[in-house]
């Protein structure tokens, strides 16, 4: 009994149904919680990019290929996407800034760990996701400048934002495997980062209680967009894989590049830089994709 307790403390989708629920049930909270979410995340990043070998940027020549793919994939296909339907469905000014910053965030860290999961091309998957890691530091206030504009952002705390939640932890990881540290925090990162989840979705669920009971078909654009942009999307990326024969490996990195974006961080820059209400989309995206690692786990079975 004491076994399975623990186990089921450690899975990361009943973490994050319990914070659904909990956030639900519960929302005062959520007022305390929402300003520690930034430095939640901030640990978050720094123990998801310690798995970050520092031989895979050594070689300008291997990674560049692999890192132009995670861009292309995360920001020109799943991005573009995301953007092309915010503007035709999303007429709320808050829920479509959400959805901006969704679309300019690099991919999930999980994609590393799903793509082991799922029989991928770890190598690619691994240099495509520190490519577009990279490439936000760059992307992410180009297009929050573009979609968003200069009245609504303010472009220093947006850059300060990046610095604490991407930069400093890469750098800071480097740091503790340096020191030797990585071997003590890796059997608990896990739990660590899986909480950290708990307390940002209960958050964003908390404070947008009252929205989400009593205005439930306002949400149904956002849905289908979390859905579009998961399932749809992947079914489309598999097909045209197949179409050009591509291994079967990569296709599944291809999937999980275009199809997972980092809703923890795009929650938390909502929170940030906007309203509560902002930060639905990310929470309602992650939902989703939680179902559709489900979903490609089942299918490969």
Known sequence: MKIELKSLLRNRNFILISALIVGLLWEKGAQWTEEVTLPALAIVMTLSTMSVPGSALRSFSTFLAPALSGIVMNYLILGGLLLGLNA?????????????????????????????FLNGDERRSLLGTIGAYLGALIIMPLMAFTFLGP???????????????????????????????????????????????????????????????TQPLSFLPVVFIAMASTFLLGWIIEGMGRLFHLPPKTITSLILLGTLKNYGLAGGLALALFSKKTSVPATVSSIFMIVYIIWLQFKRR
Request: hydrophobic share 60%.
């Open 88 to 116: 035709l469905l999303i007429h709320d000014e808050a829920l479509r800034a959400g959805f901006v910053i969704i679309a300019a965030v690099p991919p999930a860290v999980a994609v590393i760990p799903f793509t082991f």
């Open 151 to 213: 009245g609504l952002l303010d472009p220093a705390k947006l850059i300060v934002i990046l610095i604490e939640l991407i930069l400093a932890p890469l750098i800071f990881s480097r740091v503790l495997i340096k020191i030797g540290m990585d071997a003590y925090l890796d059997p608990i990162k896990g739990a660590i980062t899986n909480w950290s989840f708990f307390l940002l979705t209960y958050t964003i669920v908390g404070l947008n209680r009252n929205l989400i009971l």
